[in-house]
C-alpha cells in the first residue's frame, strides 16, 4: 500500500453537490496522482501534483480540481457532482520519479445518482 | 497523445498453462512500460517494467518482452495458479507524469 490513505473508501452523493476525496501519503514522495478507473477505459490520469501548490491537468481533468497545501496530503474536487463522475477513483505516488513506477491506493469509490 | 491497445479483454486457462497478455502503443517516444495487477477491491500493483533498452525481462513465472519497431509489448505468465486470476493491465508512458493505461484484462485461472 506504500503508506497512501484514500478516504473516503465509499461514498454516494447526489448530482450537482460538491465532493472531496483526500490522498494521504506518509513517505514525502513529491509526485502524487489522481486516477479513475472506469470498465473499458483502464486508468486514465485526471491531475497530477509535483509539489506542494504544484498541479497539473491530466488527460481527463474537465469537471474536477485538485490542491496540495501540503506534501502528504493531495485533495481531488469535483466542484458539483455529475453522473458520469460515478467512478473508482485511485491515487497514486511515485517513489523514484526515475523509475516512472507508481504505488497505487486502495481507491474511492464514487457513485453520484 | 498516447494509446494503448490491450488484448484480449478477457482470457481463461487451465491452472498450469501459460497465459500471454497483448498490447501496441502508438506513441514511439514511449520508453517505459509497466504491466499491474488488481485484485478485487484493491489497487493495481506493479509486478514487472521493462524499458525501451531492454527487449525482455523475467521475473520468476512471469517475463515481459517488448519489441519497440512493431510498437507492442507481452506479459507472459507460465504454470498459471490460481492465485494468478486478477484483472492485469498494460501501461506506457514516454514523460513519467502521463502513464496510459490499456483498458485490462482479467485472467482466470480455473483449478
Known amino acids: 500500500d506504500a503508506g497512501i490513505t484514500q478516504s473516503p473508501r465509499h461514498k454516494v452523493t447526489e448530482t450537482g453537490t460538491p465532493v472531496t476525496l483526500r490522498c494521504h501519503q506518509t513517505?514525502?514522495?513529491?509526485?502524487m496522482y489522481w486516477y479513475r478507473q472506469d470498465p473499458g477505459h483502464g486508468l486514465r490520469l485526471i491531475h497530477y501534483s509535483y509539489g506542494v501548490k504544484d498541479t497539473d491537468k491530466g488527460e481527463v481533468s474537465d469537471g474536477y480540481s485538485v490542491s496540495r497545501s501540503k506534501t502528504e496530503d493531495f485533495l481531488l474536487t469535483l466542484e458539483s457532482a455529475t453522473s458520469s463522475q460515478t467512478s473508482v477513483y485511485f491515487c497514486?505516488?511515485?517513489?523514484?520519479?526515475?523509475?516512472?513506477?507508481?504505488?497505487f491506493g486502495e481507491g474511492s469509490r464514487l457513485t453520484v445518482l | 497523445g498516447e494509446n494503448v491497445e490491450q488484448h484480449p479483454s478477457t482470457l481463461s486457462v487451465q491452472e498450469g498453462d501459460s497465459a500471454v497478455i497483448k498490447c501496441t502503443y502508438s506513441d514511439s517516444a514511449s520508453n517505459y512500460f509497466p504491466w499491474y495487477k488488481q485484485e478485487l477491491g484493491k489497487g493495481p500493483q506493479l509486478i514487472i517494467d521493462i524499458r525501451s533498452n531492454v527487449g525482455e525481462k523475467k521475473d520468476q513465472r512471469i517475463a515481459v518482452t517488448l519489441n519497440k519497431t512493431a510498437k507492442h509489448f507481452s506479459l507472459h505468465i507460465t504454470e498459471t495458479q490460481p492465485e494468478d486470476s486478477a484483472v492485469y493491465f498494460c501501461?506506457?508512458?514516454?514523460?513519467?507524469?502521463?502513464?496510459?493505461f490499456g483498458a485490462g484484462t482479467r485472467l482466470t485461472v480455473k483449478p
Open positions: 497514486a505516488i511515485n517513489r523514484d520519479p526515475n523509475t516512472g513506477e507508481l504505488f
Open positions: 501501461a506506457a508512458t514516454a514523460n513519467n507524469n502521463d502513464m496510459r
Open positions: 513517505e514525502n514522495h513529491r509526485y
